[in-house]
Every structure is written in structure tokens, then in C-alpha cells.
């Protein structure tokens, strides 16, 4: 229920309301709505406007004609509504004003517009009603045990707990997985990913899950890291294999080894002795032409001796000694070059490739050694033949190297392909290996986490998540169909015009307008069970309607809504505004017991608020119930300049039907005063005129004879008391008017 309408700001005439500043009782206490709510106020006061405000709560929204207005409404249980949330609170609020007329009447304002049909529930829907009934309590409320609503709330209720559980467990799974996804990815020297997530983690594990996974070994695994240690080299340059002296240097030892020559005239003693000849050819090439006497013994060198020594040793055999130095020159260079045939930088290789590069170093060195070797005996045999120039000798048995050089040539051009093509693949390599390791930290992983059993556990709550899922959507299913169901049934109960009938049955009583009524028609379209209204005057579409017949219509038209199928049966708050407006004062009263018998007395209106600037009609509001006091509420609204506000009701309007009965009170108060106690003489100095107003109304009812004047009629009332109506007849000229004697206003009055 309403307790005020706490503020408003910006509101046509409301410039800034404050409810408990301006509205409080005699004691100063800010006053509240009531059950009954009365607010009078004079035209333009804002009375319109503040039904406005109330109608927000109807329809949702405000004119918006007011520009930037603020309000808020104050409610009974201590919650407020504010302009901005009109749309959302649980109140049942029905407005009576002009624009509800305006909206739902608009044949007012223009002939060719309809009035609003609406639907009232009909009186011959027995057995749809009592199906409606049956299916309306098989769906219940959540608080209804063994309703539809009460199971969707028992199976949300479940649902959401198993929807929990399995969040619980999928997400203390997911959060070990987001740990291992961002510890790999922070291992960028061994992963190089920095992007790697629980997304990615997922594909991982379905590949080391999967029957065709095999986990590398441990020699699998360094191998690996080894790649990724691999850092890309150069590539190597293809290189013309080293060329051996071999064939040639063996071709001119055979010769020279196996060359045949004789002396001229041959010294045997030399022939005879290898050393001697030797010591003998280079005592020759020694002192031939330099001593004539032997440097060893001091003796004098024969003149014939370089003649018989020529002989001997004649240009043959002295070519062949030159050929043979010269073979043995070649050889020794031979030998020089041999230690760096087949040489390469190991690391220009990669590591993957350390094994075979170092066979292959080894087979080198095997080879150049024996290389070297055959090259030697190559020499030696060169110098046993320079020893004894005249002695042919056999070529030793020496295996020919060039096979195995070749060998070596090809394995290393190999090697340095793959080292090559290595480079070429190694990022991809690098990729693979990374690939297989992580792949094999994950599945440590799993193992170590038991994610196999942790998985299934959170596929069985998801399996239950879902069971209670599907019960949920079928417990709701079963309350659509309800629904769905009870929206039929109630289709079934609509009928317009039943809509047209309840408002012709206020607009035709005895004291309404009994030649006015309300048709439903069948709309244009003919739609099923569609109608619109319009208003006949003795069968015929009326026209011209009086503004009076306007306000009738108007209100039964409101009045009839009240029943109509989306309010019926429902808690109501009432406002009506001036509903008597533009009445003559039998339909005045007609309207206020249609108030009174429909709405005031409904056990539906939780709460009512009549505005209205109608004085006769007034009168008739103060006979609502409730008759306590202490549940009704007088309001005035009035407005000074360009500002309303709302005030509690004055006394003398409050508490007085009529002058009449105000007079009395005052008369009978100065009659039964306590003149000791009197402290305020106003009532005694007011006392003549309002004896002379009083009994002027009394006595015009008691002797409406026209003719007959007022002092007459005093002493017609007052019959063979002469004395005291000359006292009334004093009262009413003497003390209520000077009359001459003017003295009197200058001498101590006594009016008791």
C-alpha cells in the first residue's frame, strides 16, 4: 500500500514537494495514506497531476511533455519507488483520469475512434472454470507441495547443485591444467611458446591418451634435448677432394727401381762394395777439379783417376741418380702434404653428427698413416736403388691407397650433405623435438595428477549435471504446457462483450442513463472473439453525447475494467480523479455509491484515493467507509502563484457536512460553555450572526412561505413565548448590528 507520494520535483505545478515538510496533522506529525484517502482541491490545483504520477505505476511511464520531472513514492512497508523505476514493484494500481479517458474512450475526441474493449469473465463457463480451476492449482506455487511450480523449483534446486558439483570438479581440473599450460609456456627455452594455454594443452592430451601414443625413452628424450640444443651453422661449401701424387710417384719408382744400366769400364772393388762405391762418388763430386790430394789420407790423387772413375760412373747411371733423388724429393713432399689431406672442422658439424664425424677423423687418420707408410717404403726402396745404381730391385709389395682415399672422399661428402640438409630441416626438427617433449612432460603430468580417474569423475558429474538438467526443462515443459493450457482455457472465458454488458449494467440502473449502452461489435476483421465498443442512444450509434453523459459513460466504462480478466481477483490500489465532474448532483451521487458499493466496500481495494474539487460531491465522500478514523486520510491540495502543495484538510472542511451543521456546533457550544474557563471570547463576539445564519436556514425549510419575513417567522417558531423571541429578535438586529446605538460599542460588552 501507499504511505505518500514522498517527492516531487519538476512536475508541472510540483516544483519541489516535500511530503513530511508540508503535510502534517495538529501535532506536527507527518501524516500518511490511509485506506480511504479524500484530497479536495480547487480547479488547476494539481490534482490531475498528481493521479499522474500514481498512473506511472499503471502504465509504466509519465508524459513526457513534463520535461525532466522527479517523484518518488513512499511505500507502507518502508520501500520507495523512484520516476526511474516505475516498471518494476509489486502493487495493482488502477487510475481514473483524463488521459485513462482520453486513451480507452478516444470516440471523446473523435467519432471515427473506438472505445478500448476489454474482457470480463462469462457467467455460463461452468465447466471451463472448474477445469481452469483444477489446472491452475496443479500448477501451484513454488510454496505448493506437489505443484508444477514446486517441482521446478525442487529440480532448479537440484540442478543447481549438480551443476555446481561438476564446476567444482571441472574447474579444479581445469586450474591443474591452466598451471601445467603456464608452466610450459614459461619454459620458453625448452618449449618456445609463449602462447601455449589451456586450449592448447587439451590436443596434447588427447594424443598421449590415445592407444597409438608411445612414450619416448630416455636416450629418446637426449637425444632430442640435443636437438634443441643445436644452434644453425653455416652451410658447407663443397670442396675438390685433394688429389694424390700416388700413381704417378708409384709409376716412376717401378722405372727407376727396375731401370738397368752398366759401367764403361766398371770398377769391380766398387761393384763388389755398395758403400764404398758411394763414399768413392762423392769423394769424386769432392775433389774433381778442387784438390789434387786426397783430403781424408793427404796422399797425391793419381792423374788417371777421375779418367777411370768416369768410366764408371758414366751419365746413365749419374741420370739415374738424379731421377731417384729427385723421386725421392717428390715423395718426401708427398709425405709433407699427407698430414693435411682430409682435414675438416668438426664444428662445422652438428652434434647430431659427432659419432660419425669422428669415424671419419679416425678413418682419416688411418689412412694418412698408411699413406705415409707406403710413401716411405716407396722411399726407402728410391734409396736402395740410389745405394747400388747398378742393381735393379723389386717394387714393394705396397697396396695401391686410392681406394680407400676415395672411401673417405664419399663418406665425407656425405656427412657434409646430411650436415647441410640438417640445417635445412633443423627448425622443424627443433619443432618435432619440442613437440615430443612436451608431449612427454604432459603425459608425466597426467599420470601424476591421476587425470584419467579425475576426468571420468568430472564426465559422471556432468552426466548427472545434465540427468538434472533434463528433469529441470521438463519440469518446466509441464509448467508451459500448463500454462499454455490455462491461457486456452481462460481464451475460452474471455468474451468482450460480456466487457459491454458489466458497464451497461452501471450505466443502465435506475438512477444512471437508461438510454445509453455499450454494443460490442466484432471487429473489422473478424477475428475470433475480437470485438470493439460503441455507444448507442435507443439502438442507434449516439452522437453529440453532453459532457455529463461523457463523465457517466466514462466512469461505468473505468468501474467495469476493475472485473475485467487481467485485473480480476487481484489486490487493487484505486485513484480516481473528479469522477463527478460535469454531474448534476443525482448522478454526483449516483457515482459516489458506485464508489462506495464497488470499490470502497470491495475486500479487492486494498486502498483508495478519491481527488475531486466538488463540494456537493464532497459531502457525499465523507459517508465512505471505513467510518474509523484512524483509516482515512483528508488531503488539500492548494496552489499559491505557480506551485501547489499538499496540506492535511482544515478543520471546518474536515468535520462539516454542511454551514448548517458548522453553525449548530458553534451555537451549541457558546450554550454549554464553562465561562470560568473561558479563555478565547471569538465563539461569544460570532455568536449573534451565527444565531441570525442559523435560524435563517432552519426556518426557511420549517416555513417556506415566501411571504412571510423573518421576524415573523421567530415569533411564528417561538409561538406564545413573546419574551424570548423578542431576545432572538435583539440577537439578531440589536447585538448583531449597531442600529444606532452607538454607544454600546464603547462599553464593556458581556455576550454570555
Request: with cysteine; net charge neutral; hydrophobic share 40%.
Amino acid at each position: 500500500m501507499l504511505a505518500s507520494i514522498a517527492k516531487i520535483k519538476n512536475l508541472a505545478v510540483f516544483q519541489d514537494f516535500d511530503w513530511d515538510r508540508s503535510v502534517k496533522d495538529s501535532d506536527n506529525t507527518p501524516l500518511r495514506f490511509k485506506k480511504l484517502n479524500v484530497i479536495f482541491g480547487r480547479n488547476y490545483s494539481g490534482k490531475t497531476t498528481l493521479s499522474r504520477i500514481l498512473r506511472s505505476l499503471e502504465t509504466g511511464t509519465i508524459s513526457d511533455k513534463y520535461g525532466a520531472p522527479e517523484y518518488a513514492i513512499a511505500l507502507q512497508d518502508g520501500s520507495t519507488i523512484v520516476h526511474t523505476s516505475v516498471t518494476n514493484h509489486p502493487l495493482v494500481v488502477r487510475v481514473f483520469n483524463e488521459d485513462f479517458v482520453r486513451e480507452n474512450l478516444a470516440v471523446f475526441h473523435n467519432e471515427d475512434d473506438n472505445i478500448a474493449a476489454f474482457a470480463v469473465l462469462g457467467e455460463d463457463n461452468a465447466d471451463v472454470v472448474d477445469a481452469l480451476s483444477k489446472k491452475e492449482r496443479e500448477l501451484g506455487s513454488e510454496g505448493t507441495p506437489g505443484s508444477l511450480h514446486a517441482a521446478v523449483a525442487m529440480r532448479q534446486k537440484a540442478m543447481l547443485s549438480a551443476r555446481s558439483a561438476h564446476e567444482r570438479a571441472q574447474h579444479s581440473l581445469e586450474n591443474l591444467l591452466i598451471g601445467k599450460a603456464k608452466e610450459i609456456k614459461n619454459n620458453t627455452t625448452r618449449y618456445e611458446d609463449v602462447n601455449y594455454t589451456i586450449r592448447k594443452i587439451r590436443p596434447d592430451i588427447e594424443k598421449v591418451l590415445a592407444d597409438t601414443y608411445v612414450c619416448p625413452t630416455k636416450a629418446d628424450v637426449l637425444a632430442h634435448e640435443q636437438v634443441l640444443n643445436e644452434r644453425s651453422k653455416p652451410e658447407i661449401p663443397e670442396t675438390t677432394p685433394p688429389a694424390l701424387a700416388w700413381d704417378t710417384l708409384l709409376a716412376q719408382a717401378t722405372d727407376l727401381l727396375g731401370r738397368t744400366i752398366k759401367p764403361t769400364v766398371p770398377l769391380q772393388t766398387l761393384l763388389d762394395d755398395v758403400l764404398l762405391q758411394e763414399w768413392v762418388r762423392q769423394g769424386k763430386m769432392l775433389h774433381e777439379g778442387k784438390r789434387i790430394t786426397c783430403g781424408f789420407c793427404g796422399n797425391a790423387l793419381p792423374a788417371d783417376l777421375w779418367d777411370r772413375l768416369d768410366k764408371h760412373f758414366s751419365e746413365e747411371s749419374e741420370a739415374l741418380r738424379v731421377a731417384l733423388q729427385n723421386l725421392m724429393k717428390s715423395i718426401d713432399e708427398e709425405i709433407s702434404k699427407a698430414s693435411s689431406l682430409l682435414q675438416f672442422d668438426s664444428k662445422s658439424f652438428y652434434d647430431a653428427f659427432a659419432d660419425q664425424v669422428e669415424d671419419l677423423k679416425k678413418n682419416a687418420r688411418a689412412f694418412i698413416a698408411d699413406y705415409v707408410r707406403s710413401l716411405k717404403r716407396l722411399r726407402e726402396s728410391a734409396e736402395q736403388r740410389l745405394a747400388s745404381i747398378f742393381s735393379p730391385i723389386p717394387l714393394p709389395d705396397i697396396s695401391a691407397p686410392q681406394s680407400s682415399h676415395n672411401e673417405i672422399c664419399k663418406a665425407y661428402e656425405t656427412l657434409r650433405s646430411k650436415n647441410n640438409a640438417f640445417t635445412k630441416s633443423l627448425s622443424k626438427r627443433q619443432s618435432t623435438s619440442r613437440r615430443v617433449l612436451r608431449q612427454a612432460e604432459v603425459s608425466s603430468f597426467l599420470a601424476t595428477i591421476d587425470y584419467v580417474n579425475k576426468q571420468k569423475e568430472v564426465n559422471r558429474l556432468e552426466n548427472a549435471m545434465k540427468a538434472k538438467e533434463g528433469e529441470f526443462a521438463d519440469a518446466k515443459q509441464a509448467v508451459a504446457d500448463a500454462e499454455r493450457v490455462i491461457a486456452e482455457l481462460r481464451s475460452k472465458l474471455r468474451d468482450e462483450r460480456n466487457g459491454a454488458e458489466k458497464v451497461n449494467q452501471y450505466l443502465n440502473h435506475d438512477f444512471g442513463h437508461r438510454s445509453l449502452r455499450l454494443e460490442a461489435i466484432p471487429a473489422d476483421d473478424d477475428t475470433e472473439g475480437q470485438y470493439r465498443f460503441e455507444i448507442r442512444r435507443d439502438a442507434k450509434i449516439a452522437h453529440h453525447l453532453s459532457e455529463g453523459e461523457r463523465s457517466l459513460i466514462a466512469f461505468c466504462y473505468f468501474l467495469a475494467r476493475l472485473d475485467d480478466t487481467d485485473t480480476s481477483g487481484k489486490p487493487l490500489i484505486v485513484w480516481i480523479d473528479d469522477p463527478a465532474s460535469n454531474l448534476d448532483d443525482n448522478h454526483a451521487f449516483f457515482v459516489y455509491s458506485l464508489i462506495r458499493t464497488h470499490i470502497a466496500e470491495s475486500p479487492r481495494c486494498q486502498q483508495l484515493i478519491i481527488s475531486t474539487h466538488n463540494l456537493s460531491f464532497l459531502k457525499y465522500l465523507y459517508r465512505l467507509p471505513p467510518a474509523k478514523e484512524k483509516q482515512r486520510c483528508f488531503l488539500l491540495v492548494e496552489r499559491k502563484g505557480n506551485s501547489s502543495s499538499i496540506v492535511a484538510m482544515p478543520e471546518y472542511l474536515k468535520h462539516y457536512v454542511t454551514e448548517f451543521h458548522h453553525l449548530f456546533q458553534q451555537i451549541y457550544r457558546c450554550a454549554t460553555a464553562d465561562l470560568s474557563a473561558i479563555t478565547d471570547a471569538n465563539d461569544f463576539y460570532h455568536f449573534p450572526n451565527n444565531v441570525r445564519r442559523f435560524l435563517e436556514m432552519y426556518l426557511v425549510f420549517k416555513y417556506p412561505d415566501q411571504g412571510e419575513g423573518h421576524t415573523d417567522k421567530i415569533r411564528r417558531f417561538f409561538g406564545q413565548d413573546a419574551v424570548t423571541a423578542t431576545v432572538a429578535d435583539r440577537v439578531n438586529n440589536e447585538i448583531l448590528h449597531v442600529l444606532g446605538l452607538f454607544e454600546r460599542v464603547s462599553l464593556p460588552m458581556d455576550p454570555p
